[in-house]
């Protein structure tokens, strides 16, 4: 007797393709996708705006400079006409791309200019954070689950504690101590000024937000046959990891890493805004908005701008997020259910 | 039950003592730093330094130093801010709580509600125009910077529609609940929807989500087979066993919360709690107040997440014995 | 023959789905007697369920049709009005499912689930629904029932369960009680418990349709057998009949693939060649005929299940249906 194949069965597709091919086929996805393409392209160009459109430094001031509208030539800043006459307000915004399209700070910066220059701040620090964070957080998260006994009790109990500290909290002492004199951690070395400093912080907050769901998928991988049977037929660990564990914990990991740019770039623009994120005369979106502040009820576009930027932005990032766990890993849960 | 809540509350006690070392060690232990400048101050004299030294035992072996920590912030409560001399830390907390708690728990009540709401509705209507636009809604409320939020909610209520629409919105600021309780409700009206807007959406998302699997599970079609209305399976069986993540998940962020988008909030709408507390310290870099404002936060958090687990398990049998 | 409790005509179910419309339940009608126990046998996916879940309208996606008529007391359960239909559901016909460790609904009390039916469709107080729920729970054989009443679903063992669940069902005295695979999940000793459990109920009077693909099953408690192939009825009959003169080329299959205490000792148990046919991959004329020995050209026309009382839908001569079940056995053998 022979059992010879249905004729309508085909050879089925390997897993990454089908993902690859449901993703394509959500235009929700796509279309974030290409927004985020968008913001990304937009923040590249920074240096070719500041300097070939709006010929402006961005992170000089300006306290007495002066720029052309309609033809006129008109002073950056203004002293202020309302209250007591200390604060001053700077122009607003012209809607014309070689002169302060979106007016200038109370420094008189060019705000379009410093949003390009933050994007690339935000952006630099949201993915590079958040692949920091699913790297570090999926190695400690496999190591837990499949090493077991004395090495998972030992860091599940961190995770556990730095999973109970609230997020922001954590990140405002870890930046208040080092902020000053920067990181030195054996050869690793962060200086304080550096972009690298809120990166390291906001990865090594979020890393229990990985490293946790990650290690509870090792856990039950650990007990399904066929890894049983790997271990059985005397296979070396490193060749299971690699073949067996790694190939069913790396797309949950892929589906965090756009969710968890989004949570980067939200935590680094509140941090900016504490004044304990990025550091002048770096620019970042946040910094941005809390340079707006001051001058919310006059000149509303230096807030509003950069706040629509990170909207957009994270947005994007968690619509195409939603597209990559629908196709890769449909019960792949951040904390917080993002 | 009982001996779940103690239990569950001995728990809490150990996560706290692990994070007060926690913070012990940010504080007091990261190479490079010297701790009695930090807490002295900057351009802080000599014999400051060397009484904070002494106070604090930096001298002394680790362990020494982390009760002497302890007991600053927790029973002789001296902790003084190097900003303000004289001015006690503690105290401050403890009158920025009640703030803190009036933005939470009401923002809280709002949400939950609202994600209750917004999340059945969206089941009950899923496949019709409803139910996308909640989608929506949640997607913005997990992108937007909270803090940003409330400066948008403030420029439209106090400047561009204070002539017009929000001419009766008070400027921002607090008055106590015991003060005049309307006033207070007025004061806490935008910070609460704010906060409220941030997590509904997620909430309500998360909820249909739930509600649409637990629609599809054996015990509804026993229900269904039980000749049961619709309206009851959907809200004494399907409604309630979706409620169980969303509460576990509720004890997670109410806690993110109160160290989180709450304390941005606090900032942006004037509100004189522990968030705007940290926020004039970290301006200052006013190292006694934020040890004191975090770790106090800290307890309050774990504390919440030990009374929602609570709750949990007062919701699912199951999760008394675990 | 009696006024049927139950008649079932042409049946019609199919789904809507990625790969276009799938005929699950295609055209079956059987019926069911007052006081009747009527098996129903057939692999997974032969539409068994799913036919049962149509006749108690339990198929709720928006992706599903269901056609044809299923007369109940001589009313069309397919066109009574949602309210009259939930009337129907738990009062006059119940159903209990397969797997018991999720049936019932987690966060309520055993008690608390049973007394919810009986206040379903019984205007009785907390108090009597209370009371009802305790002498059904030791009814059905818990004991110490009054205080296992109070106990959540996890806190009891798969037979445990499976025997609220089927107290839950019997707790309006229903004339009908469907039972989908009710042993399947359970362990052999439990399986055969609850059996008793069912021919004690069927004892009492109320008529029962019993899906399973178990034919032991079938040969220990039902009066009448249906035996379904690919959404279709391949044979129908009583007991005796259809397990001593088969007649479908599948029922002998089914029959000779149980194991015998007792019999010869085999080298290998017969199987059914082949796999069993998928929904929406079932042939234009007979089901079983791309696994049947004996098909020829007339199985390329669909055929209709006929008889008196034994009924079967196949083309073979129905003279000597025996002696092929031998000569096809033989060429099985010989392969």
């Known amino acids: 007797m022979t059992l010879s194949p249905s004729p309508g069965a085909r050879r089925s597709p390997g897993p990454w393709r089908t993902a690859a091919g449901d993703l394509l086929r959500n235009r929700t996805a796509l279309a974030a996708a290409a927004v985020l393409l968008l913001v990304v392209l937009a923040s590249l160009c920074a240096p070719l705006y ?30 202020s006409s309302t209250g007591l006459g200390l604060g001053v307000t700077p122009i607003g915004p012209t809607w014309d791309p070689a002169h302060y399209f979106l007016g200038a700070d109370n420094q008189g910066r060019d705000v379009l200019a410093r949003l390009l220059y933050g994007g690339r701040t935000s952006l630099f620090i949201g993915f590079t954070a958040a692949l920091l964070t699913c790297v570090v957080g999926t190695l400690v998260g496999v190591v837990a689950g499949y090493a077991g006994g004395v090495v998972d009790a030992v860091i599940s109990r961190v995770l556990d504690v730095v999973w109970a500290f609230p997020v922001y909290l954590l990140a405002i002492c870890l930046s208040v101590v080092l902020l000053t004199n920067g990181l030195k951690l054996g050869p690793v070395t962060v200086d304080a000024g550096s972009l690298w400093l809120p990166v390291t912080i906001i990865a090594a907050i979020y890393v229990p937000y990985i490293a946790r769901p990650l290690r509870g998928q090792v856990l039950v991988l650990r007990n399904k046959e066929y890894i049983q049977a790997a271990v059985g037929s005397g296979a070396p660990t490193p060749r299971i990891l690699r073949r067996e564990v790694l190939p069913n914990v790396v797309p949950t990991a892929i589906v965090f890493v756009p969710l968890m740019t989004a949570l980067a770039m939200l935590t680094e623009s509140a941090l900016s805004f504490l004044s304990v994120g990025v550091q002048p005369p770096d620019a970042s979106w946040g910094t941005i908005i809390e340079d707006g502040l001051g001058l919310l009820y006059t000149r509303p576009a230096v807030t509003i701008a950069p706040g629509l930027l990170i909207a957009l932005t994270t947005a994007a990032l968690n619509v195409l997020g939603d597209g990559v766990r629908d196709a890769l890993d449909p019960s792949a849960r951040l904390r917080g259910g993002v | 039950m009982l001996v779940f809540a103690l239990k569950r509350f001995a728990s809490a006690l150990l996560v706290m003592f692990a994070i007060s070392v926690l913070v012990f060690l940010i504080f007091f232990a990261t190479p490079g730093v010297d701790p009695a400048a930090r807490i002295a101050g900057r351009n802080a004299d000599p014999a400051t330094l060397a009484q904070v030294r002494h106070s604090f035992g930096l001298d002394r072996p680790m362990p020494i130093r982390y009760l002497l920590m302890m007991r600053h912030l927790l029973i002789d409560r001296d902790l003084e801010s190097f900003v303000n001399r004289g001015s006690r830390v503690i105290p401050q907390i403890i009158q920025a709580t009640p703030v803190t708690l009036s933005l939470v728990i009401g923002a809280a009540l709002i949400w939950m509600t609202a994600g209750i709401l917004m999340g059945t509705a969206a089941a009950t209507l899923r496949g019709r125009a409803a139910d996308p636009l909640i989608m929506l809604v949640g997607v913005v409320g997990v992108s937007l910077p909270a803090y940003w939020l409330g400066e948008v909610v403030n420029l439209l209520t106090q400047k561009q529609l204070h002539d017009s629409l929000f001419s009766w919105v008070p400027p921002p600021g607090y008055v106590g609940l015991g003060q005049d309780p309307g006033q207070w409700a007025l004061h806490m009206l935008f910070p609460w929807l704010t906060l409220a807007l941030l997590y509904a959406g997620i909430y309500a998302r998360l909820l249909r989500g739930e509600v649409v699997t637990a629609l599809n599970e054996d015990y509804v079609r026993t229900a269904r087979a039980k000749g049961l209305s619709e309206r009851r399976i959907l809200l004494r069986h399907a409604l309630r066993c979706s ?27 004037g509100l004189p709690g522990i968030g705007k507390l940290t926020f004039d310290a970290l301006q200052n870099l006013d190292l006694p107040v934020i040890m004191g404002t975090v770790l106090y936060a800290a307890f309050f958090v774990v504390l919440a997440n030990a009374l929602v687990d609570i709750l949990y398990a007062r919701l699912d049998p199951r999760a008394r014995h675990a | 023959m009696p006024e049927p409790l139950l008649d079932v005509r042409d049946l019609r179910v199919c789904f809507r789905t990625r790969q276009g419309l799938v005929t699950a339940v295609d055209g079956l009608s059987f019926s069911v007697a007052p006081g009747e126990v009527l098996g129903v046998v057939g692999e997974s996916g032969s539409g068994k369920s799913v036919s049962m879940l149509a006749v108690l309208r339990l198929l709720t996606s928006p992706n599903v049709t269901v056609s044809g008529e299923v007369l109940f007391r001589g009313r069309d359960l397919l066109a009574l009005p949602d309210k009259e239909m939930r009337a129907v559901r738990g009062r006059e016909i119940a159903m209990v499912f397969q797997d018991p460790m999720t049936a019932l609904t987690p966060v309520y009390t055993v008690g608390w689930q049973i007394a919810e039916a009986i206040r379903a469709h019984e205007q009785v107080s907390r108090k009597e629904a209370h009371a009802r729920a305790v002498r059904l729970l030791s009814d059905v054989g818990i004991p110490d029932a009054a205080s296992r009443l109070n106990a959540y679903p996890h806190e009891f063992s798969g037979g445990m369960r499976q025997r609220a669940v089927i107290a839950m069902a019997l707790s309006c005295s229903p004339s009908l009680l469907i039972a989908d695979e009710p042993t399947t999940a359970l362990d052999v000793t439990v399986q055969a418990q609850i059996l008793d459990l069912m021919r004690e109920l069927n004892a009492g009077g109320s008529a029962m349709v019993l899906i399973t693909h178990d034919m032991g099953v079938v040969s220990q408690i039902a009066d009448r057998v249906l035996v379904m192939y690919g959404g279709r009825a391949a044979e129908e009959g009583p007991r005796r009949a259809v397990f001593h003169g088969p007649r479908h080329p599948y029922t002998w299959g089914l029959l000779d693939s149980v194991p015998r205490v007792g019999g010869p000792r085999l080298r290998r148990l017969p199987t059914i060649a082949g796999v069993p046919v998928a929904p929406g991959g079932i042939p234009e004329g007979c089901a079983f005929a791309p696994r049947c020995r004996l098909r020829h050209d007339l199985c390329e026309e669909r055929p209709v299940l006929s008889g008196d009382t034994h009924l079967d839908a196949c083309w073979l001569p129905s003279g000597d249906r025996a002696g092929l079940r031998v000569s096809a056995r033989d060429t099985e053998a010989a392969s």
């Open chain 1, 50 to 79: 500041a300097d070939h459109i709006a010929h402006t430094d961005p992170f000089q001031s300006h306290v007495s400079g002066t720029t052309v509208v309609d033809g006129k030539t008109v002073p950056v800043l203004t002293p």
């Open chain 2, 243 to 269: 409620l169980i993540p969303i509460v576990s998940l509720f004890g997670l962020d109410f806690g993110a919360l109160v160290g989180g988008a709450a304390l941005l909030t606090e900032v942006v709408f």
